[in-house]
């Protein structure tokens, strides 16, 4: 089986809307980005001597995001449903999140506890750092699709489907909490939880996983990391993080217009805004309009994945494109709640904004297999018509 798939007498169509809300969402990213970072590196010229550090590495993965964007628009969708190739993406997968907790790819001056990056290192500096954490973001929803398709004539049954996407999901969610990333494994059981209950996992499974879920909660929280963790909920419960604060002054000074690209003073007061926070810093020189624009586009997106997916009568197919927008959405909502005050905060990047290049990159071939999923539908239109596989 080819890896890209060969059409003939068929010239397939993208479907330009969704493209677009991708190239829109990209560049704007980057824009706000650069805003929101640019007077926090040339604070510190020791760190980023050219004020260009934290949006480097973003310009970095754009460049290599569409490039895998691209690959994977255009790939042929059946070699993700063969499980040798499947198990290649979750081993890779499995191992490069390991990956961190060796000393050779661990930080030259060391960061504590904490193991979430992979850092290529030579002549005494860091070169390259990677978060694999972000890989489980695609990877587990193609797995999803796969297992969920693979048994959907015997979807019910709690060993064929159910189970090897619980373990799998338990499995992604043990790495990222070696790796004292907490909100990850939030993340990864939510979009899980989700994707059983649209797919049509019976209730009473998902009901067990979750009861396994709270469980899980628990030993954490009876385990060192519950400290941690139990500080960050009282903090949120008693409205003392300096950070949550000052986000929350910086979007609401950002009034109906705005203060205008750049001009923002506040976000300054918000640690490390450039990251996890970028919000504040684009609700301030945006206003009220920007973030009805970005939200606008957050919801197209969504809304023109979804519409792909029921368009689509290939099962594979639909639960993929739905899974892949169902990790964005989460990962917006998740980040928006965050800095606005209405959760604790966790270390969920907004997606298409924050800085770090490997939200970014797998945000963008995430998006690439979506729009991957429209042009099958085009090609399953013209040789057969409507909803063809």
């Known amino acids: 089986m080819k890896f890209f798939r060969e059409e003939q007498k068929i010239i397939p169509r993208y479907d330009i809307l969704l493209v677009a809300s991708v190239v829109l969402l990209t560049s704007l990213g980057l824009v706000v980005l650069y805003s929101a970072s640019y007077l926090f590196a040339l604070n510190q010229p020791h760190r980023f001597p050219d004020g260009l550090a934290p949006l480097r590495g ?35 997968t499995v191992a490069f999140n390991l990956l961190p907790l060796v000393p050779i790819f661990q930080p030259i001056t060391g960061q504590g506890n904490v193991n979430r990056w992979i850092y290529i290192n030579a002549g005494g500096r860091t070169l390259i750092t990677f978060q694999p954490s972000e890989m489980i ?9 796969y297992i969920l398709n693979k048994n959907k004539d015997n979807f019910t049954s709690f060993s064929s489907a ?11 969610s043990l790495l ?8 990850e494994a939030v993340f990864i059981a939510l979009v899980s939880l989700g994707i059983w209950f649209i797919t049509g996992i019976r209730f009473r499974h998902i009901s067990m996983a979750i009861l396994l879920l709270v ?32 986000s929350i002054a910086a979007v609401r000074s950002g009034g109906f217009l705005g203060q205008g690209i750049g001009q923002g003073s506040l976000k300054l007061r918000v ?53 892949l927008v169902l990790s964005i959405a989460v990962q917006f909502l998740m980040n928006i709640a965050v800095v606005v005050g ?7 990047p907004l997606p298409f904004f924050s800085s770090g290049g490997s939200s970014l990159l797998m945000t963008l071939i995430g998006a690439g297999l979506i729009v991957n999923v429209s042009r099958q539908n085009y090609i399953a239109e013209k040789e057969g018509g409507r909803n063809v596989g």
């Open 58 to 92: 973003n310009l970095l993965a754009c460049i290599l995001g569409l490039v895998g964007f691209f690959i994977a628009s255009r790939m042929n969708l059946q070699w993700l449903q063969k499980k040798k190739s499947i198990m290649i993406l979750v081993l890779v």
């Open 176 to 183: 990222v909490i070696i790796q004292s990333n907490y909100s």
């Open 215 to 246: 469980f899980v909660a628990f030993l954490l929280f009876m385990s060192e990391a519950g400290e941690r963790m139990t500080a960050r909920i009282l903090s949120f419960l008693n409205r003392d993080s300096f950070q949550v604060e000052a």
């Open 271 to 323: 640690p490390e805004v450039h990251g996890d926070f970028v919000f504040a810093s684009f609700a301030e020189e945006s206003g009220f309009l920007g973030v009805i624009f970005y939200f606008a586009l957050i919801a197209f997106f969504v809304w023109a994945g979804l519409r792909e997916a029921w368009r689509s009568q290939i099962r594979f197919n639909q639960i993929l494109a739905i899974a």
């Open 342 to 348: 209405i959760v604790p905060t966790t270390g969920i």
């Open 137 to 145: 973001k695609i990877i587990l929803p193609i797995y999803l699709a």
């Open 162 to 172: 159910f189970l090897p996407s619980l373990f799998w999901m338990l499995l992604f």
